[in-house]
């Protein structure tokens, strides 16, 4: 236990001094975006709810209207699932692994020119931060040594209170991706 608690703290160390983690505050980095001809808005409209859907999103929200189609949060791939394309590179990857990070998408479709719409698309990361306990010894729970013996032997297994969700800004290899395959309509 120590040596793999040991072994995966040198390996985050030395990802950080190699700069393969990278964190981005919410405001920072480009605009992720591409220009179409307004006419084929429906067609775009389409091929990036199929994208998020192959890409294991759950849709939450579309607004053809507004122009906006919002997806759920979803908790992060780590590297035992490597068929879930959310995790882009071996660091995001090994950070969800050790560290439950959830993601959203946001994709946007706005008219800009007068034959011209712009699709963005902005990736949400988040981070978990449990206030208290994850969880607790099913023995120690039941039987309190320093109590005597209890009859209610329903056991306490659990956090203590909800999780707190850290924003870690924007998942950048993320949009990219996902307005590539936009794009081109391929995975």
């Not at 220009?35 to 192959?54: G, H, K, T, Y």
């Amino acid at each position: 236990m120590l040596c793999t608690v040991y072994c995966c703290a040198v390996i985050t160390i030395w990802l950080q001094l190699g700069g393969c983690a990278v964190t981005t505050s919410p405001t920072s980095g480009p605009v992720h975006s591409l220009q179409f001809p307004i006419i084929q808005r429906d067609a775009i409209w389409e091929r990036a709810v199929s994208v998020l859907n192959r890409s294991h999103f759950r849709i939450a929200r579309e607004s053809k209207l507004e122009g906006v189609i919002e997806t759920d949060y979803r908790a992060g791939a780590n590297l035992l699932e490597p068929w879930h394309p959310d995790s882009i590179g071996f660091g995001n990857r090994l950070e969800s692994t050790l560290q439950s990070v959830r993601r959203r998408i946001v994709v946007t479709m706005q008219s800009t020119a007068p034959d011209v719409m712009t699709v963005s698309v902005r990736a949400e990361k988040e981070l978990e931060d449990l206030p208290g306990l994850a969880a607790v010894n099913e023995g120690g729970a039941t039987f309190s040594e320093a109590q005597p013996l209890n009859r209610d032997l329903t056991q306490v297994v659990g956090q203590s209170s909800r999780s707190r969700w850290v924003p870690m800004g924007r998942d950048i290899w993320l949009e990219e991706q996902l307005l590539k395959q936009i794009q081109t309509g391929s995975l």
